[in-house]
């Protein structure tokens, strides 16, 4: 079995093998079926310059280096790719190239009406036996447009690392409570600064430099009960943050994709209650009532909800545990790992039939 993925961070993974950094979930894929992991070339996000050329750039480099692994693999391999910048340019090639291997493919991002068009032209000339999305709602969406012919669908939600994200290995210094947001991707840090602007209680939100960057505007309306965090913080420092937090609040855009999935899942790990506006690509993992509250993206809904939490510990702490519970038991890398193995299980066992049939 061959993993593809994007280039791997050597620093992080010398601090994983130190126990200060979370683990990759693809690796834990690996070491169940003893697999070969193959670095590609970063998505157009991880480039510089004008998007069109990034995306060329990108585009150009994987399709290269999607041909060159198909042709090295032997025959009736399984490739899992990791993402849609890998996953579809072997996709195409193996179509052009001839079938040989069955390609499992991870998807993040195709969930735009865009992406989604585009999907259904080129379906016929994708080779894919088996797609996983990270929530249901993505699941309905890729179904839909792949029709009753497409290939099988699955769910398998992006993991966390329940060993390195664990209350109990973490150290809070700060004294002061406070309520915690944090990252950038379809952040909406405009509706959360209205909705604490009024309230007697200290907000914490760490966001990346390249926030501030994009949103200048937007800085002089940051309420004087909120401190903006852009430094880098090691995951050490991150997961002390996340065990000072009295809760965690997820200011989304509406979006089709998981925004905000990996900051929601690790504060779930560290038993903390997350709040979070509404958002179609909210993860299944953070259930309304049950493990967190979901409001509508308006102020005064998102204001109150933030209070009702304040002034009741006691129900806080019971939404916390239940995420707590249900993260350790589903959502942990290694149940993302049995996940993907068992589709893919699923998936061979079917081509074998087909074959020996």
């Known amino acids: 079995m061959f993993i593809v993925i994007g280039p791997e961070d050597n620093q992080w993974l010398n601090h994983i093998r130190l126990g200060i950094a979370p683990r990759f979930d693809y690796r834990l894929v690996a070491d169940r079926c003893h697999g070969e992991i193959r670095e590609f070339y970063p998505s157009s996000a991880m480039l510089s310059g004008h998007k069109l050329l990034r995306s060329s750039r990108s585009l150009a480099a994987n399709t290269w280096l999607a041909c060159q692994t198909i042709r090295s693999i032997p025959w009736g391999s399984v490739i899992y790719s990791t993402g849609e910048t890998w996953g579809l340019p072997i996709a195409l090639a193996s179509n052009v190239m001839g079938r040989r291997h069955i390609h499992i493919a991870y998807v993040h991002r195709i969930y735009s009406a865009t992406w989604l068009r585009l999907i259904r032209y080129l379906r016929p000339f994708l080779h894919v036996d088996g797609w996983i999305c990270i929530t249901e709602f993505q699941a309905g969406l890729l179904r839909r447009t792949l029709g009753r012919k497409g290939a099988p669908v699955a769910v398998v939600s992006q993991g966390v690392d329940t060993a390195f994200f664990d209350p109990n290995r973490a150290h809070s210094h700060r004294e002061q409570p406070y309520i915690l947001s944090v990252g950038a991707e379809m952040r909406n840090y405009p509706l959360l600064f209205e909705a604490v602007r009024d309230l007697d209680t200290r907000v914490i939100v760490k966001a990346s430099s390249s926030w501030m960057t994009k949103t200048r505007q937007q800085l002089t309306s940051i309420p004087g009960n909120t401190e ?130």
């Open 228 to 357: 903006l965090l852009t430094d880098h913080l090691s995951h050490p420092e991150l997961r002390d943050l996340y065990a000072g937090a009295s809760f965690v609040v997820m200011p989304l855009y509406d979006t089709p994709q998981a925004a905000g999935i990996t900051g929601i899942l690790e504060a779930l790990a560290m038993g903390k209650c997350v709040i979070a506006s509404r958002s179609r690509g909210l993860p299944d993992a953070l259930i309304d009532g049950s493990t967190g509250i979901v409001v509508d993206p308006d102020v005064d809904k998102l204001a109150q909800g933030i209070r009702d939490l304040l002034s009741q510990a006691d129900q806080t702490a019971s939404l916390g545990e239940n995420g707590y519970r249900l993260i350790r038991k589903a959502y942990s890398l290694e149940a993302y790992a049995e996940g993907v193995m068992n589709f893919i299980n699923q998936i061979a066992a079917k081509a074998a039939c087909r074959q020996s049939g």
